[in-house]
């Protein structure tokens, strides 16, 4: 079974950072692409943003592009999303997800996602 576990949520000031963590198990990350997206309350899905391992199967929505950036590490099977400069609309669930590259958009096919993390950005 696969399980997705995210942390490192919570409450920053804008123009703070935070880094959120997705420790997954029942898969090797470095079989697919991971990635992020977030659901901010009343609002869908947005934001889909994945890495693979060449920039050609890599892609960043660009709600955002420039301020958060994907990593992973693939001896702990982790994934994690580095956010800067955090803004007030950027508070949202963030959900780690993993799954295939497909060449259209929305570009990130997710087949596995966590239960989320809320980050709050307070004015």
């Known amino acids: 079974e696969v399980q997705l576990v995210e942390s490192g949520g919570g409450l920053v000031q804008a123009g703070g950072s935070l880094r959120l963590s997705c420790a997954a198990s029942?898969?090797?990350?470095?079989?697919?692409?991971i990635g992020w997206f977030r659901q901010a309350p009343g609002k869908g899905r947005e934001g889909a943003s994945c890495?693979?391992?060449?920039?050609?199967?890599?892609y960043y929505a660009d709600s955002m592009k420039g301020r958060f950036t994907i990593s992973s590490d693939n001896d702990k099977n982790t994934v994690y999303l580095q956010m800067n400069s955090l803004k007030p609309e950027d508070t949202a669930v963030y959900y780690c997800?993993?799954?295939?590259?497909?060449?259209?958009?929305?570009?990130?096919?997710?087949?596995?996602w966590g239960q989320g993390t809320q980050v709050t950005v307070s004015s």
């Open positions: 029942g898969i090797t990350i470095d079989d697919y692409v």
């Open positions: 997800a993993i799954g295939d590259y497909s060449g259209s958009y929305p570009f990130c096919n997710f087949r596995w």
């Open positions: 890495l693979g391992k060449t920039d050609a199967t890599t």
